[in-house]
């Protein structure tokens, strides 16, 4: 059952959404079930406790975006907030989506703008490339048939992306009781809020981008509101919380995103990946790479790139394979926090095709760190951790890195026999209280043993760690506390 607004707001059960969001083909939901009322003004009570989490894009990272799907998951979940971009087609019909264009979501290249809803509505958003190949085809949404489904009991956060289309917005809005309380003005905090929007009530939110932090002052003054982006500077933030006004923090992706944002003062989370982040606990022990689709909290190191640096999920072979150019790292957020004591991480990689040219090029995996911040081998880091490093050879080796150092420390090493392309094999970690110790179990049984025990943060990481070179695949990634082993 969906959660309670306070129990999503901070550590909520997840079992029911994190289940949903692994359907390879979820049937459609015409009439969720919302969130409890969040009280007699909605949004007086939305920023009367902190973190709020509103859905951005519908929850983004999980969902289609902009989707009657992603909006009413992200709603069935406990959000009790979506965002909403707006557009309308040539003939006045008001729609859900981001860009200017189809082309980014559909595949087709039509100016939204200058194409009849009769067209439109025969498009399909294609999300697969980020959430995974069973994701879901969606229809581009009629704007009332959303906030039918979502603005009667939670809080809508709508921005006219187009810019031309304040009278129409205004009406529908309007259309729905206590519409003042339940809708959200969204817009550049560099532009005064509409008249008309002033005039019938509606409260507004400005956000800030990277231009805009000095005047803070001067033009948080007409918002009620004021939305800060992640990558602004700890002092840029500091400027926009002490004006005093609700702040919201976009798009929040990673619970360490989360965590900082909360260290500075800031209420809401717009929030990409609401499964994830709203939460401290695993919603599994094992990868869901059989599925099809990603599973919440397992992300590439940035979210800057697009697409760009997301794995390919095969579903055939239930596995994951990184092969973007440059050190990448993947984090495996579903399967964490592992156990603080201690456990068992297995895994299986291979080289699918062909092993890497360079005898010194390594892949493998990152864990031990303190929360999700990146952790890439080889790349100076924030994050302290442990990584173990597999050749080409059958080299096996352990080592411990610092915060802020290029080089990690070896704690050991072991020659295991060569692969090859295309073979899989297997390894276990297990941590415990007094020491580490890394085996390779798909032969005859190799193991190193560290008792170092700098490093037991509850967070790991795929890592491919060259520049070039052939992807590298992952499967049967498990966590096991080891007193369930004994």
């Not at 909605?42 to 989707?67: C, K, M, Q, Y």
């Not at 264009?101 to 100016?111: C, I």
């Amino acid at each position: 059952m969906p959660l309670n607004r306070r129990q999503f707001l901070w550590l909520g059960a997840t079992t029911f959404a994190l289940t949903a969001c692994q359907s390879a083909a979820p049937p459609p939901i015409a009439s969720p079930t919302p969130t409890a009322s969040v009280g007699p003004n909605p949004l007086d009570v939305l920023f009367a406790t902190a973190p709020v989490f509103i859905a951005h894009r519908g929850s983004g990272d999980n969902w289609v975006e902009h989707t009657f799907d992603a909006y009413t998951r992200s709603i069935a979940f406990g959000a009790p907030a979506v965002e909403v971009s707006v557009g309308a087609s040539s003939d006045g019909v008001l729609l859900c989506h981001h860009d200017a264009t189809t082309t980014r979501m559909t595949g087709e290249q039509l100016v939204i703008a200058e194409t009849s809803w009769d067209t439109l509505s025969g498009l399909h958003n294609d999300a697969r490339e980020w959430l995974g190949p069973s994701a879901a085809l969606q229809p581009i949404p009629r704007l009332d048939d959303v906030l039918t489904a979502v603005a009667h009991q939670n809080v809508v956060f709508i921005e006219d992306k187009q810019g031309t289309h304040q009278p129409q917005l205004v009406s529908l809005m309007k259309s729905f009781p206590e519409a003042t309380s339940h809708f959200v003005w969204k817009q550049s905090v560099e532009y005064e809020p509409p008249a008309a929007i002033l005039a019938a009530g509606y409260k507004t939110w400005g956000y800030f981008t990277k231009d805009l932090y000095a005047r803070a002052e001067e033009l948080g003054a007409a918002h009620d509101y004021l939305g800060v982006e992640h990558s602004a500077t700890d002092a840029e933030i500091a400027q926009v919380v002490a004006l005093g006004k609700p702040v919201v923090a976009w798009p929040i992706h990673y619970r360490s995103m989360r965590d900082r944002m909360l260290s500075l003062g800031v209420t809401g989370m717009m929030c990409s990946n609401v499964p994830y982040a709203s939460t401290a606990v695993p919603s599994a022990t094992t990868d869901a790479f059989a599925s099809g689709l990603r599973a919440p909290g397992d992300l590439p190191w940035t979210m800057d790139k697009g697409t760009e640096l997301q794995p390919v999920i095969t579903a055939e072979t239930a596995s994951i394979a990184i092969s973007a150019k440059g050190t990448q790292s993947y984090l495996m957020g579903s399967l964490c926090p592992v156990p603080a004591d201690a456990y068992t991480l297995t895994f299986e990689m291979r080289w699918p095709s062909e092993l890497p040219p360079d005898s010194s090029d390594h892949a493998g995996i990152a864990f031990g760190t303190p929360d999700d911040r990146p952790y890439r081998v080889r790349i100076v880091g924030d994050t302290p951790g442990y990584h173990v490093t597999v050749r080409a050879s059958g080299r096996v080796e352990l080592f411990s890195r610092a915060a802020q150092t290029k080089r990690g420390a070896s704690l050991g090493a072991i020659r295991t026999a060569a692969t090859r392309p295309g073979q899989w094999i297997r390894l276990q970690i297990t941590v415990t209280p007094g020491g580490i110790r890394v085996s390779r179990v798909d032969g005859v049984g190799w193991s190193l043993d560290s008792s170092d025990t700098s490093y037991r943060g509850q967070y790991f990481w795929l890592c491919k760690n060259y520049y070039a070179g052939p992807p590298v695949e992952f499967r049967s990634i498990s966590v096991t506390p080891v007193s369930d082993q004994e």
